[in-house]
């Protein structure tokens, strides 16, 4: 789809749920080198919703982390559409502790339609996991990049996009829930989507706007290149601070968003 579309909001959410946007798998495969996976967090079990590992950016080692959904429905299934469990952010959480201690920075790619919301996630400790994941990214004393590249709902994306830089793609989309269970909410009518996402804001240009992300990039090719040279660019900024004045800013950062966003 061309950069230069201009979509409504509703078919902003489809746009952002089209299965055949670029995922994980393709960013790393564009930007990263030598991507070695990490599994499991040593508790449980491994999630393969969300996928994690060691790579080099441009010479640099960096600690990848995103959500992964299917490109058919046997992939779906297996990864869950992309519905993290709790020990999937667990595994994030080991891993971003992990860069802390190297040194790495943490770059993180969000999509996902919201954390899995079934009984056994809860009774693992789903809320738990998703806030500890939030205060983990606060207190990350290394550069932290996250990257909404198509659905980012509720907690589930929060929990690895608490970060110094959060841009999102041009058609991807940042919410508190998805706009079919907003509509379900608020008039008991799913088939009100469409209107509930005029009421959300929930698109990069208005959450530009907002001061709730920092930057929009440009879908396609053209946008692989740009996010590309804004990672180096962001990385060499960052890198600049102490790592006690990284967490301090991050924090602060997260403290202060635009009040106007609240007035909603």
């Known amino acids: ?32 080198d030598d991507f070695v996976e990490l599994h499991g967090d040593r508790l449980f079990r491994d999630d393969p919703s969300l996928v994690g590992g060691m790579a080099s950016f441009h010479g640099k080692t ?30 994030g959480i080991r891993l971003m502790k992990m860069a802390e201690k190297f040194g790495w920075p943490v770059i993180t790619f969000v999509d996902t339609p919201g954390a899995y919301p079934g009984l056994e996630a809860e009774s693992n400790g789903q809320s738990n996991a998703i806030a500890q994941s939030i205060a983990c990214m606060s207190a990350l ?30 058609h991807a989309i940042y919410a508190i829930l998805s706009p079919e269970g907003f509509a379900s909410i608020m008039w008991k009518d799913a088939s009100r989507a469409p209107e509930a996402c005029e009421i959300m804001k929930i698109t990069a240009k208005e959450l530009k706007e907002f001061g709730l992300i920092d930057d929009i990039i440009p879908e396609g090719d053209k946008g692989m290149k740009q996010l590309d040279a804004m990672i180096g660019k962001a990385l060499k900024r960052l890198e600049k601070n102490t790592p006690e004045q990284l967490a301090l800013n991050r924090y602060e950062k997260f403290r202060n968003l635009d009040g106007r966003c609240w007035s909603l």
């Open 62 to 91: 960096v600690m990848v982390i995103g959500h992964r959904k299917g490109k058919n429905t046997k992939e779906n299934i297996e990864y869950n559409f992309g519905m993290t469990s709790p020990e999937g952010y667990r595994k």
């Open 1 to 32: 789809m061309s950069t230069k579309t201009i979509l409504s909001p509703y078919e902003t959410v489809q746009e952002a749920r089209n299965p055949k946007r670029n995922g994980i798998a393709e960013y790393i495969g564009e930007l990263f």
């Open 141 to 170: 004393k290394v550069p932290v990049i996250s990257i909404i590249t198509g659905e980012g709902n509720s907690g589930g994306a929060l929990a690895i996009a608490t970060a110094d830089c959060v841009w999102m793609l041009e």
